[in-house]
Antibody, heavy 120, light 106 residues
Framework: QITLKESGPTLVKPTQTLTLTCTFSGFSLSTSGVGVGWIRQPPGKALEWLALIYWDDDKRYSPSLKSRLTITKDTSKNQVVLTMTNMDPVDTATYYC????????????WGQGTLVTVSS | DIQMTQSPSSLSASVGDRVTITCQASQDISNYLNWYQQKPGKAPKLLIYDASNLETGVPSRFSGSGSGTDFTFTISSLQPEDIATYYCQQYDNLFTFGPGTKVDIK
């Protein structure tokens, strides 16, 4: 059974760096083809893909946010970490992590999401 | 960047109605398109992948079709539990979600 869960601060101040952790079970990021992505959703708005990391450490980023994002993995801990620098109130959103296969490219298992509010 | 549009942005239909949502890509994406359902306060759920393939466990009243730039998502007989927002998502070049279509019961 595949599960994912996001964790991190619920409130960050403008200009601060956000660090979110996705802890998962039921699969391994050392298995060929496996990946974990991050997607966010501002309140009442649409989904926005942010970043993705694969088992072989291949990383992809949203072009519009690439300069602010870093995605890493800790295979031994079954975790993926996303950092986003220079946070702004427009970055207030629910942040989701999700499982993906490099061979099928659809997000088939999602975490419950974590709401991050950016405010001074 | 590939842009995705959806229409309508919202719709109201009666239980048992056939519901159709369209999704258009800004360039040819072959069949590299997925559909998700998101209920209020919940994470999205994959319904259709590769434009027309039904995810395991998803009711057969859901279907998808299309290729190139124009895609269609259909609920053949709307049920009360189908109240949700539906998103298309392309994966031809990275990933882009559409703006969503909110479906309500009339």
């Amino acid at each position: 059974q595949i599960t994912l869960k996001e964790s991190g601060p619920t409130l960050v101040k403008p200009t601060q760096t956000l660090t979110l952790t996705c802890t998962f079970s039921g699969f391994s990021l050392s298995t060929s083809g496996v990946g974990v992505g991050w997607i966010r959703q501002p309140p009442g708005k649409a989904l926005e893909w942010l970043a993705l990391i694969y088992w072989d450490d291949d990383k992809r980023y949203s072009p519009s946010l690439k300069s602010r994002l870093t995605i890493t993995k800790d295979t031994s801990k079954n975790q993926v970490v996303l950092t986003m620098t220079n946070m702004d109130p427009v970055d207030t959103a629910t942040y989701y992590c999700a499982h993906i296969s490099k061979w099928e490219l659809h997000f088939d298992y999602w975490g419950q999401g974590t709401l991050v509010t950016v405010s001074s | 960047d590939i842009q995705m549009t959806q229409s309508p942005s919202s719709l109201s239909a009666s239980v048992g109605d056939r519901v159709t949502i369209t999704c258009q890509a800004s360039q040819d994406i072959s069949n590299y398109l997925n559909w998700y359902q998101q209920k209020p306060g919940k994470a999205p759920k994959l319904l259709i992948y590769d434009a027309s393939n039904l995810e395991t466990g998803v009711p057969s009243r859901f279907s998808g079709s299309g290729s190139g730039t124009d895609f269609t998502f259909t609920i053949s007989s709307l049920q009360p539990e189908d109240i949700a927002t539906y998103y298309c998502q392309q994966y031809d070049n990275l990933f882009t979600f559409g703006p969503g279509t909110k479906v309500d019961i009339k």
